[in-house]
């Protein structure tokens, strides 16, 4: 036989690709293929599918698919049809293409060296002739010219699909060959389970000592006596099978399972908790446990086409050897839980993950009541152990997992011991409120009047003191604009105890003949993170974007040009203060100094100073690139507490960036609160020391 192909690119380094052909190897037994289709998809598409397998390291399938070339009895090399696109079969592992139509006659060449030392091969892919065949060609080609090429064909191992593979494989291992319920297994668990043309596959297939895959197939049958049966037959013979399997209804001990039927069914298993019970090798391993677990396993019989399923509950018990408690939580509630979340715990055992629901059993007792459960085992000497934890009413929407967290009174952390001198212990915790999730209106405790209202799309809390007269406009107020509104002014929607910044404003008034102040508090928002971070260039946490330009922006041009438009203000920068904690401290501190034309006292309690970077560089430079004339004309007054509350050295270092750009000392006022630490508590206990210092009265 001889053909002739005419290269008609110059190019060097032009190659020609065989769709659908791999590296063929015929000294390797029956692991050499030469298709790899999904056989359902090789039958939907008949002839007009052709695969493309990459092998060789030196080619990647980007080459390969510019230099796809077929002949239809031309001389000239056709590229592959235009808009025509490459799929990828990822249970097989090879790319396609599904052509306009039938490609059964036409030649596809791959030449896989460079032009000069060719040892390429070609074949004919059409889809029912290409079973055990393959053609050789030889030959020298050149850049430009003719290569005339012959060859004959021979016969090879196809490629087939991983099923077939793992098939003809198995039944060519002798221990399986003479062992009927090995065979009985291969035969109806997986030859039965085959496509035709798959089946197809194996039986033309030649096994590595020159047996076809038919006559293989066909001794076995022989030699077992086994053929197929009717369905109502089969039906019968697993429903005998699963009758007669059982396994113990409660175990401690790890135990054997059925894989074979005595009809020859084949059995497999799974387990509803592998965490306890563990399917290896056909063994149920236990896995030890603190309590008496229930679970399901799950039996499948097969046998042919036909399937059937057995499920048995089982008690896995408890092990005695292991010593644990289990801990169980009664927590009431002030309403009933919204639809859409769920009552979960964020704690210092689940990394503060209050999205993890499944740490823990939640049950619903009533509309307010809930029970949570909870094991722990011993893992150390330790006879006990202290757990730190907050409840929060989760959803799956929220961006932030604390936006429903709970308000605990004056602690940001409960706390519980824990002790393995009892099997079993018992809490109630009681909730009064969930931030952001509200139970009702607003109960301040000052004698002012405090109004809730939204501007900007913003929820804003505006205090006016006892003293204050609308239509007195000849008496005009300082203002001091907070974040986390929320927590300034009532316990029933704050995060865990109120500012008291109401009766903060009331008390000086009362010692110190004092005319008063109108206080603004700024809701936080799902956002809060990405609010409270001024976007610098060196402030950053993991997971949010700084937007604290666009938050500062709207308290400058929006919350209070309303509020200087609607009250008694003084509106000037003297007169106008900023202040907040832990985040808002921080949006204060930097906000308020890009802002400074409008803020004149700038107030940062236990500031997030942590997430600053190289604040001895960045810092300085930000403070240099300021109006110096409002910066040095500017009050601060730092804050930090002294017991978990951040660096307890970050008040005085900022004061020393501060005094370093010339802003007087007397400007600066730190303050360090001994024993306190990251609350709503310490903070109303130290801002009326702050706003009396920045009113004048001294600490």
Request: charged share 15%; glycine share 6%; net charge negative.
């Amino acid at each position: 036989m001889r053909r002739k192909f005419i290269f008609i690119s110059s190019v060097v380094t032009s190659f020609l690709v065989v769709l659908g052909l791999i590296f063929f190897s015929l000294n390797n037994r029956y692991n050499q293929y030469r298709f790899a289709p999904n056989a359902q998809s090789v039958e939907s598409v008949e002839t007009n599918r052709v695969w493309l397998k990459i092998t060789s390291s030196t080619w990647t399938i980007d080459n390969a698919i510019t230099q796809i070339h077929y002949f239809n009895g031309s001389s000239s090399p056709n590229t592959i049809w235009p808009g025509v696109p490459l799929s990828y079969d990822l249970a097989n592992e090879a790319y396609y293409y599904d052509l306009p139509h039938d490609v059964s006659n036409y030649m596809f060449t791959r030449v896989d060296t460079y032009y000069n030392y060719l040892n390429a091969k070609t074949a004919d892919l059409s889809y029912t002739n290409s079973i055990n065949k393959i053609y050789t060609i030889s030959g020298a080609i050149s850049g430009s010219g003719e290569i005339t090429v012959t060859g004959s064909y021979s016969a090879f191992s196809p490629l087939t699909t991983t099923k077939v593979s793992a098939f003809m494989t198995t039944l060519d291992d002798g221990s399986y060959i003479c062992d009927y319920n090995h065979t009985l297994k291969e035969l109806n668990y997986y030859y039965h389970g085959l496509s035709s043309f798959e089946r197809k596959q194996y039986q033309e297939t030649l096994l590595y000592d020159g047996v076809s895959g038919s006559d293989r197939l066909n001794y076995l049958l022989s030699k077992h006596q086994i053929h197929d049966e009717s369905v109502s037959s089969l039906t019968a013979k697993l429903e005998l099978d699963k009758t007669a399997l059982n396994v113990p209804s409660s175990t401690l001990i790890s135990f054997d399972l059925e894989m074979f039927g005595e009809n020859g069914s084949f059995i497999s298993w799974t387990s509803s908790r592998n965490d306890v019970l563990k399917i290896i090798n056909n063994v149920a391993t236990i896995i030890p446990t603190s309590s008496n677990v229930t679970l399901t396993l799950n039996a499948t019989l097969k046998l042919l086409n036909e399937s059937s399923q057995k499920s048995f509950s089982i008690i896995v018990e408890k092990d005695p050897s292991i010593q644990s408690v289990n801990v169980t939580w009664t927590i009431n509630l002030p309403f009933a839980i919204p639809s859409g979340r769920q009552l979960s715990i964020g704690t210092d055992l689940n990394d503060w993950n209050p999205s993890n629901t499944s740490w823990g059993e939640v049950s619903k007792v009533s509309d307010t009541q809930y029970r949570f459960s909870k094991s722990f085992l011993k893992s150390s000497e330790s006879e006990s152990f202290v757990m730190l934890y907050k409840w929060v009413l989760y959803s799956n929407s929220d961006t932030d997992m604390w936006y429903g967290v709970e308000n605990a009174p004056n602690n940001q952390n409960r706390s519980m011991t824990i002790s393995y001198a009892s099997s079993t212990l018992s809490r109630t915790d009681t909730i009064s409120s969930f931030e952001n999730v509200t139970s009702g209106g607003s109960t301040p405790v000052g004698q002012g009047k405090l109004t809730v209202t939204s501007v900007g799309g913003r929820t804003i809390r505006i205090y006016t003191p006892s003293n204050y007269n609308a239509s007195n406009t000849s008496v005009r107020y300082p203002v001091i604009y907070m974040h986390d509104g929320q927590n300034l002014f009532d316990a029933s929607t704050s995060f865990s105890g109120e500012w008291e910044v109401d009766e903060a404003i009331e008390n000086l008034m009362s010692s110190h003949n004092w005319s008063g102040m109108i206080a603004v508090g700024i809701d936080n928002t799902s956002n809060r993170m990405g609010e409270y971070m001024y976007p610098t260039g060196y402030i950053s946490y993991s997971g949010y974007t700084p937007s604290g330009d666009v938050y500062m922006n709207l308290i400058v041009n929006t919350i209070k040009p309303y509020v200087d438009s609607n009250y008694n203000t003084l509106p000037d920068r003297e007169s106008t203060l900023l202040g907040g904690s832990s985040m808002g401290g921080l949006i204060s501190f930097f906000g308020g100094l890009h802002h400074l034309n409008t803020f004149g006292t700038i107030m940062a309690f236990s500031t997030s100073t942590q997430l600053v970077s190289n604040a001895n560089t960045n810092v300085p430079n930000t403070l240099s690139s300021l109006n110096q004339n409002l910066l040095t004309n500017t009050k601060f007054f730092l804050y930090v507490g002294t017991s978990g509350d951040g660096s307890s050295t970050w008040p005085d270092t900022y004061k020393g960036y501060l005094t370093a750009k010339g802003v007087p000392t007397n400007n600066v006022q730190t303050y360090l609160g001994q024993g306190y630490s990251h609350n709503e508590y310490a903070w109303s206990i130290h801002f009326p020391i702050a706003l009396k210092w920045a009113m004048g009265f001294g600490l």
